[in-house]
């Protein structure tokens, strides 16, 4: 039986380029940036070049990137950072109904501290409303944080037009840009973008590393406190290797992006299309055109999303019902609930998310298995044959 993996949005496996490239950085190079020697003068040689890389894959200047462990770290930094550095200008946080469960975290921890947090809603597409977003501004919002797409549905945010918003009332803009990068060309300095996450996993680089990217003039208190490494807004010795890591992925991600988006949009296309088609009582969750070309995301009435996917599971195919972050809880996706689902819609969800080892026969035998899994799970639900007669 093959082995097929439609679920790179909760992990993708590293590049074997970006292994053989980091793996001198283990035991030959393996000084420390902060040692004046030679071997420390080699480690900082491939630090400050990764910063360089990593900076121009975004268009931002290098002094604009700080290295963290992986995109909470950064998501920590950016915000709760940002909130504490600026809370004598104001206590308002604006984030939207579907961030992801990190940043709605944070807004529970900060609202602890004595913020407030309004979020945005979102229609039925998972679409962040300007206007709405415009209304929850007030003379205390210091910062609006709303990703550039969603982890779980795919839907692209504008942006663009938020950064504009954000920028023309003074307010800082935050992006988690986990979900989106290397399947959209990411531009802080044109989408106005002040503060953003990346995560290296998500170029197809190792885990346990990432960015946050600090604009010049906006400053963030450290939340990790030590050696001063990286301008003392988070200290540790730096994982060489790892950041080596996420440089060549984004080398290979800037390189190879745009054919390898067209190839997920393909094979996108085809599953929503043929499974819209031959599945009864089948619907898309997320915007029909502005999605990430990765994610294709599904409901069926009348069944469970855990039973599809440990039908899936029996077959060697790996998918997911939503975030892998919260899978493990019973509780219906926040995303789907947030587009307007009842708790029995969203639980009946499908994720199939693409990557960069997919080839078209995962997909013919995906396609192949839906309709068959799906029917097999409605003769057993007594909803469904209830509602169909
Ligand atoms: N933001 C989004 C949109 C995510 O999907 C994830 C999880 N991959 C994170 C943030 C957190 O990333 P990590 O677990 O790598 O810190």
């Excluded at 082995?3 to 590049?15: C, G, T, W």
């Excluded at 346990?208 to 450290?222: A, D, L």
């Excluded at 998918?319 to 029995?344: D, F, N, Q, R, Y």
């Amino acid at each position: 039986m093959k082995e097929i993996y439609l679920d790179y949005q909760s992990a993708k496996p590293v590049d074997s380029r970006v292994i053989e490239g980091m793996t001198k950085y283990f035991h030959e190079l393996f000084g420390n940036p902060s040692s004046l020697h030679h071997v420390g003068d080699v480690a900082t040689e491939a630090l400050e070049a990764s910063r360089k890389k990593i900076a121009n894959f975004i268009n931002a200047d290098e002094d604009e990137i700080i290295f963290t462990s992986g995109a909470t770290e950064a998501i920590n930094l950016g915000i709760i950072g940002y909130a504490l550095r600026n809370k004598n200008k104001g206590n308002h946080i604006i984030i939207s109904e579907i961030e992801h469960i990190s940043i709605h975290n944070i807004a529970k921890y900060l609202e602890r501290e004595g913020f407030s947090v309004s979020k945005v809603p979102v229609d039925q597409y998972g679409k962040v409303n300007l206007q709405k977003l415009e209304r929850r501004i007030t003379d205390q919002t210091i910062l609006i944080s709303i990703g550039i797409a969603s982890n779980e549905i795919g839907t692209i945010q504008p942006i663009h037009e938020i950064g504009e918003l954000a920028a023309e009332k003074g307010i800082a803009f935050h992006t988690d840009a986990v979900a989106g990068e290397g399947l959209v060309p990411i531009d802080v300095r044109k989408d106005n973008i002040n503060l953003m996450a990346l995560s290296s996993n998500d170029l197809y680089g190792p885990r346990g590393v990432g960015v946050m990217y600090m604009q010049k003039k906006f400053r963030v208190n450290p939340i990790i406190i030590g050696g001063g490494q990286e301008r003392g807004l988070r200290s540790g010795s730096e994982d060489i290797p790892g950041i080596v890591g996420m440089r060549i992925a984004a080398e290979i991600m800037q390189k190879e992006m745009d054919t390898e988006v067209k190839r997920f949009q393909r094979y996108r296309d085809r599953m929503i299309k043929q499974i819209l088609e031959e599945v009864p009582d089948s619907h898309l969750n997320g915007h029909p055109t502005d999605r990430l070309a990765s994610n294709a995301h599904f409901r069926f009435d009348g069944i469970e999303g855990e039973s599809i996917l440990l039908s899936f599971k029996d077959l060697g195919i790996s998918v997911s019902t939503g975030s892998a972050c919260t899978s493990k809880t019973l509780e219906p996706s926040h995303t789907l609930i947030a587009t307007g689902l009842l708790h029995e819609e969203a639980h009946g969800s499908l994720q199939l998310t693409t990557g960069r080892f997919n080839v078209d026969d995962d997909i013919d035998i995906v396609l192949e298995a839906v309709p068959k899994v799906v029917s097999r799970l409605r003769e057993l639900s007594p909803i469904y044959k209830t509602r169909n007669g």
